[in-house]
């Protein structure tokens, strides 16, 4: 019998809920049209096949994932009359920070005028990043520290791709978003699978930028732009044909769910092309798969609360449902919940 | 194999009555893009996954027929 751990660690939070979230997206969007003079319209067209994105937004120079998280947090507290006494902390999942240091989080307590009694702290996730800071939220307020947790998550990936590099130039787009997490008194709960697996970070890579210099003796990187996003395509897939379907079912077996009572499965937009193959692999029907990656383009941590703002929102705003949330890659690391989330007081997009 | 041959030659974009274990790979356009949809398919029609640094050494439809055979004895 396979250990009810395979796939990761299994966690049950109860007592907390999420209250709102909000995605704030740049206004400058870019059509595949863009691509065609550095690729040539027929490898544009070869691609975006694949990757399944038709329009993505990107950020100005100007423009940070700090930016967006904090107009985002804006609308939301405001939308939700929070009072900002109560925010007992601020948890910042990005892997496009402002600084090398000091931790962003810091700088975004300032700017939304969060008390000085508020632990803030960033979390460098990525396609995982938003379940595991989901949880790192819950538990926060659990803890007993605190009732009230900002979790602010996104990425300004479209800043860190080569634009000569057919792997990674079409797929990314820019997002970040705010989610509001408290105690509550209801009786549901939150199950997490949560797992690592640190053998595949070299396939998923920004070699340089840290301090460990670009010793890494990999001919992949043979001639490549060591600042910029490294992602070996094949590699990932292999990951998440290994690790995904094995975790969205250990989720629901250890929250006793039946797969049919799932309304939503919100996955990590990776690309159209693996989201069909591992819905088809789940037999998860198609009204129950939202994809918006055709839209947003892959927004890495930010992909699935913009799932929750751009197609979910017309039915959480109004009722609970019960959702699957799925992340995985970078890292490697992959992250899933199940937990009902709604009605909502806010959940909206807004444009920076 | 029937319907793994459809599957490539669409992958390939070339007619289904030329894939044969025979087929050469390097003269097709058997990039990246082409092993990822590869093994999907493997996965569809077989449900084994194959390695996509191995796939991507196939020089011969016949040696990924031959990676199949491997990994569905393991």
């Known amino acids: ?352 | 194999m029937e319907a793994f041959y459809v599957g490539l030659a669409e992958i390939l974009e070339i007619e289904a009555s030329k894939v044969s274990s025979e087929l050469n790979l390097t003269e097709l356009a058997w990039d990246s893009l082409a092993v990822i949809s590869t093994i999907a398919l493997v996965d569809d029609q077989f449900s084994v996954m194959l390695d996509g640094k191995a796939l991507a050494q196939c020089q011969r439809v016949a040696d990924i027929e031959a990676l199949i055979a491997k990994e569905k004895a393991r």
């Not at chain 1, 920070?97 to 803030?120: F, V």
């Not at chain 1, 009732?147 to 797929?171: E, W």
């Open chain 1, 1 to 352: 019998m396979a250990a009810r751990d395979r796939f990761g660690r299994n966690v049950r939070l109860a007592g907390a809920r999420i209250s709102g979230v909000v995605s704030a997206i740049p206004s400058q969007q870019v059509s595949n049209d863009h691509f065609v003079p550095q690729f040539g319209a027929e490898a544009v067209a070869e691609v975006v096949k694949m990757i399944g994105v038709q329009t993505r937004y990107w950020a100005t120079a100007a423009l940070t994932t700090a930016d967006l998280c904090r107009r985002a947090a804006e609308v939301l507290l405001d939308r939700l009359r929070w009072n900002k006494a109560d925010i007992g902390a601020l948890v910042y999942v990005t892997q496009t920070p402002d600084h090398r240091l000091p931790a962003t989080a810091c700088i975004l307590q300032d700017n939304l005028g969060l008390p000085t009694s508020c632990a803030a702290f960033d979390v460098n996730l990525g396609c995982s990043g938003y379940p595991y800071g989901l949880w790192i939220a819950m538990s926060l307020a659990l803890s007993g520290a605190c009732t009230r947790v900002l979790l602010l998550v996104g990425d300004t990936i479209s800043k860190t791709v080569s634009s000569t590099d057919r792997s990674t130039a079409l797929l990314f787009g820019d997002a970040g978003t705010a989610t509001a997490v408290e105690v509550s008194g209801n009786d549901g709960f939150a199950q997490f699978v949560l797992g690592t697996d640190g053998a595949g970070a070299r396939n998923l890579i920004i070699p340089n930028g840290g301090f460990r210099s670009s010793a890494l003796s990999d001919p992949r990187l043979a001639g490549r732009d060591l600042a910029a996003l490294f992602m070996d395509g094949s590699e990932i897939f292999n990951f998440t044909l290994r690790s995904v379907p094995g975790m969205v079912s250990q989720v629901l077996q250890e929250a006793a769910a039946d797969p049919g009572a799932v309304d939503a499965y919100l996955f990590h937009q990776a690309n159209l092309f693996m989201l069909n193959h591992l819905a088809k692999k789940l037999k998860i029907p198609k009204e129950r798969f939202p994809t918006n990656i055709d839209r947003f383009g892959n927004t890495s941590s930010a992909s699935i609360p913009l799932l929750l703002t751009s197609d979910l929102a017309g039915s959480i705003a109004k009722r609970r449902a019960n959702l699957v949330l799925a992340g995985f890659g970078v890292g490697y690391s992959w992250a899933a919940a199940y937990l009902p989330v709604g009605p909502l007081e806010c959940v909206e997009t807004v444009v920076v």
